[in-house]
T-cell receptor, first 117, second 114 residues
Framework: NAGVTQTPKFRVLKTGQSMTLLCAQD?????MYWYRQDPGMGLRLIHYSVGEGTTAKGEVPDGYNVSRLKKQNFLLGLESAAPSQTSVYFC????????????????FGPGTRLTVL | RKEVEQDPGPFNVPEGATVAFNCTYS??????FFWYRQDCRKEPKLLMS???SGNEDGRFTAQLNRASQYISLLIRDSKLSDSATYLCAVNGRPMNTGFQKLVFGTGTRLLVSP
């Protein structure tokens, strides 16, 4: 199993350009997440999905859109990139909660390093 | 107050030393606790879950103190390969959607030297 994969691994954009980050998982996980990680800020949740066709906003959703048309894929879009979106982006997935508040392990992809000039 | 807080370190220790990290959390209703390890420029990977009774995996021991709302990670007989950043994760308060996200600390950096 490949686990969680992300493409691309690196990208440099100019302000105003758009791009899509692709996340794929082969573990049949119901939940998928997009995080960004910045120095001193930790992992911050951008958007998440609890199932195919459903997405919701996390704590820092502005400037990003997502789609989950297939259970195994979760796409993160930047419509008009800004320098503040320079970050490392991680996708993660997990099985749905067994009971409320009791989590399963989150598996992370290798990350995408994005620089916006 | 942040939902989850960690001392960023770095903790510089010699090989063979014992080192401990703490992670405090603010949501008294949290039920799930984890320690993740993150190597430089890599993704976080689960090191261990933290159970109410505490748990041990080789040189690593994790404890939960509900009364004081913190979890701890103890590493015995440190190896050079233990050098990494250790992130704690705790389930946070429900968001507007009712969903409880996992809240990660900013990490504690450990440097083990020969």
């Amino acid at each position: 199993n490949a686990g969680v994969t992300q493409t691309p691994k690196f990208r440099v954009l100019k302000t105003g350009q758009s791009m899509t980050l692709l996340c794929a998982q082969d573990m049949n996980h119901e939940y998928m997440y997009w995080y960004r990680q910045d120095p001193g800020m930790g992992l911050r949740l951008i958007h998440y999905s609890v199932g195919e066709g459903t997405t919701a906003k996390g704590e820092v959703p502005d400037g990003y859109n997502v789609s989950r048309l297939k259970k195994q894929n979760f796409l993160l879009g930047l419509e008009s990139a800004a320098p503040s979106q320079t970050s490392v982006y991680f996708c993660a997935s997990t099985h749905k909660y067994r009971t409320s508040g009791v989590y399963n392990e989150q598996f992370f992809g290798p990350g995408t390093r994005l620089t916006v000039l | 107050r942040k939902e989850v807080e960690q001392d960023p370190g770095p903790f510089n220790v010699p090989e063979g030393a014992t080192v401990a990290f703490n992670c405090t959390y603010s949501n008294s209703a949290s039920q799930s606790f984890f320690w993740y390890r993150q190597d430089c420029r890599k993704e976080p990977k689960l090191l261990m879950s933290v159970y109410s009774s505490g748990n041990e995996d080789g040189r690593f021991t994790a404890q939960l103190n509900r009364a004081s709302q913190y979890i701890s990670l103890l590493i015995r007989d440190s190896k050079l390969s233990d050098s990494a950043t250790y992130l704690c994760a705790v389930n946070g308060r429900p968001m507007n959607t009712g969903f409880q996200k996992l809240v990660f600390g900013t990490g504690t950096r450990l440097l083990v030297s020969p």
